[in-house]
């Protein structure tokens, strides 16, 4: 990062930031107002979690990103927008998950998360099933998954684990107009693939 966006971002990161050890999140508290908090994982450069944010100013934002410097673009426009709803952390999501309270979150988002395409590397892919039930234990009933990926095979097999969490229903939806179009999406489209949203829902009652 550029010395100008390293200092800025060391200012103001302590007050946008959340770290990932602790106690559990007080989340009505970190979003004052908002109607449900969306934990938006892996957001890279942060163009797609800044669109979503502008666009849905009622609804909480948690974003987590390892790479620092998508993560100092966030807490710029959190400083520069004078949002309250929107927090980020450069924990590693399953560092985090702990303080995430159970039935908390309205919902996830995976947006084109990292392919790892070769046969050893697939067992790093994040939508898998030890994952997948963490983060169904923190949604809130109704609550929803939203992986985009433009890597077929992953596709399939993130639906097929998707599927497979009983607590969850859902499948393949067109395109929503509404997901922003990021780098990653476009250099795919660029490469010729073919993007595939899946949606799924928490069909059970109460939190974990
Ligand atoms: C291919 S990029 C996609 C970025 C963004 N969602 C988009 O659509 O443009 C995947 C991102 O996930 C981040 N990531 C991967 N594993 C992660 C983890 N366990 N916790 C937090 N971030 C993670 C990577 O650093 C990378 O920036």
């Known amino acids: 990062m550029a010395p100008a966006r390293t200092a800025a971002f060391e200012r103001d990161a ?3 930031t959340v770290e990932e050890g602790g106690p559990p999140l007080d989340l009505a508290a970190l979003f004052p107002g908002c ?3 969306v934990l938006d994982i892996g957001f890279g450069g942060g163009e797609g979690l800044i669109a979503m944010a502008a666009a849905q100013p009622g609804q909480g934002i948690l974003g987590v990103e390892v790479h620092t410097p998508g993560v100092a673009r966030v807490v710029e426009a959190i400083v520069t927008e004078g949002w309250r709803h929107v927090r980020v ?3 590693d999501v399953l560092d985090l998950l702990p303080r995430v309270p159970p039935g908390s979150l309205a919902g996830v988002r995976i947006w084109f998360p990292d392919p790892w395409l070769k046969q050893r590397q697939r067992h790093r ?3 898998r099933p030890d ?3 963490r ?3 923190r949604l ?3 609550g929803f998954v939203h992986v985009a990926t433009d890597i077929a095979d992953y596709a399939s097999e993130a639906e097929g ?3 497979g969490e009983g607590r969850l229903a859902g499948g393949v939806i067109p395109r929503p107009e509404w997901r922003p179009l990021t780098r990653f999406e476009q250099r795919g489209l660029e490469a010729g693939r073919t993007p595939v949203d899946l949606w799924f829902t928490r069909q059970d009652g109460a939190g974990a």
């Open 14 to 16: 302590p007050a946008w």
């Open 35 to 37: 109607d449900g908090v």
């Open 89 to 91: 952390s450069t924990a």
């Open 125 to 127: 892919r994040l939508v």
């Open 131 to 133: 994952v997948v039930t």
């Open 135 to 137: 983060l169904v234990d």
């Open 140 to 142: 809130r009933p109704g």
């Open 161 to 163: 684990v998707l599927a």
